[in-house]
């Protein structure tokens, strides 16, 4: 992170801290002045320093704890816990999401709300890991009526960025208000649902551990509402033109994405099985990253990260993985490489509570 958006990001946090101590912020308080401090960092800020993984793109050296790998995690770590994600990386990655999550599963979830019951008093949506607040600014204003967003992260500041960057309206123009909550995935129940219309998270079930998982479905299944969970990893990439060494990078990655317990590629099989046993009707669609010259940034860190994860697993890897990444990022530069990191979406329908399935 260049020196002027650690400073702003110190400012940031600090101003969203001092929030959470005085109360939830809502989209409406104060949104105008914090919204100057909350801009969007662009693609430009993002690539100075072209040799270093942005934080939650792969490994970045001490912000990582032996056995992790970077990301947000949602659970009680010490006071001085870093940030897992920067919001860089979540700005950077924000498009490609966009284009990603499975559009397909949006109409049996539209039927689903149309039919809750208490619909009418509008939608109550939890957003789980929520970062920048990106799967809102993409889900809201395609769903109709009404809707208070409550999101979820371990980190004040990107709680900061997702509050104030919220969509403000509807598909039918509806509003749309939020407010923001530290929280514990580990540590959700049903009761933490009462009244919830729905759950959401992006790229989250992945750097979950079996136990979390089961926690998660368990919480919705309770407390009869769906589930909307997208891009987690499927374990597959594919490089064109392809490299001798693509695979063995892939496989040492899809290593470290296991460390510690989390499931990595194995989460949707897990979630499937979780959601599945406690009752709820499951959808899978796949929502793969399609990566060419106009992503060039996006492909240079998600390279980095993804080669760096390959050699903390093997470190006998690094010399060779050193020229296969200078190679690759060559025609990432000349814009000669094109990537399909594979996701999958993942769409639960939990029992309504007095309803049926």
């Known amino acids: 992170m260049a020196r002027s958006a650690e400073a702003a990001a110190r400012q940031g946090a600090h101003a969203a801290e001092a929030g959470a101590r005085q109360g939830a912020p809502s989209m409406e ?77 949006l109409d049996p979830l539209r039927i689903r709300l149309a039919n809750l019951p208490g ?63 530290r929280g514990d995935v580990a540590r959700l129940t049903p009761d933490a649902l009462a009244g919830a219309s729905l759950v959401t998270a992006s790229a989250l079930l992945d750097v979950l551990t079996r136990e979390e998982i089961d926690t998660l479905a368990a919480a919705c299944t309770g407390a009869g509402c769906p589930a909307l969970l997208t891009l987690s990893v499927a374990g597959r990439v594919e490089l064109t033109p392809s490299h001798p060494l693509d695979a063995e990078i892939a496989e040492a990655f899809n290593a470290h994405q296991r460390r510690s317990g989390l499931l990595g590629p194995d989460a949707v099989t897990a979630a499937c099985e979780a959601f599945s046993d406690r009752g709820a009707t499951v959808h899978l669609h796949p929502s793969p990253w399609r990566l060419g010259p106009d992503e060039a940034d996006l492909t240079a860190q998600w390279l980095r990260g993804w080669v760096g994860a390959a050699v903390e697993e093997r470190p006998e890897l690094r010399e060779r993985a ?11 530069d000349a814009g000669e490489l094109s990537v399909i990191v594979h996701h999958t979406d993942l769409l639960a329908l939990s029992r309504p509570m007095g309803g049926t399935a």
């Open 119 to 181: 619909r009418a008093g509008g939608l109550v949506v939890h957003d789980l890991g929520c970062g920048t607040g990106s799967m809102g600014r993409w889900l809201a204003p395609r769903l109709d009526g009404a809707q208070h967003w409550i999101l979820h992260d371990r980190d004040p500041y990107l709680l900061h960025f997702a509050a104030v960057a919220s969509p403000r309206s509807a598909a039918d123009g509806s509003r749309v208000t939020v407010e923001s909550r």
């Open 322 to 332: 050193d020229d296969y990444l200078s190679d690759r990022l060559e025609a990432c």
């Open 29 to 105: 308080s104060g949104a105008s002045s914090a919204a100057r401090s909350a801009e969007p960092v662009s693609a430009a800020a993002v690539v100075q320093a072209p040799d270093q993984v942005i934080p939650g793109a792969g490994p970045a050296g001490t912000a990582s704890r032996p056995g992790e790998r970077p990301t947000v995690r949602l659970r009680e770590d010490g006071p001085d816990e870093p940030p897992r994600y920067a919001p860089e990386w979540l700005q950077l990655r924000e498009g490609a999401d966009a284009l990603a999550r499975a559009g397909e599963l």
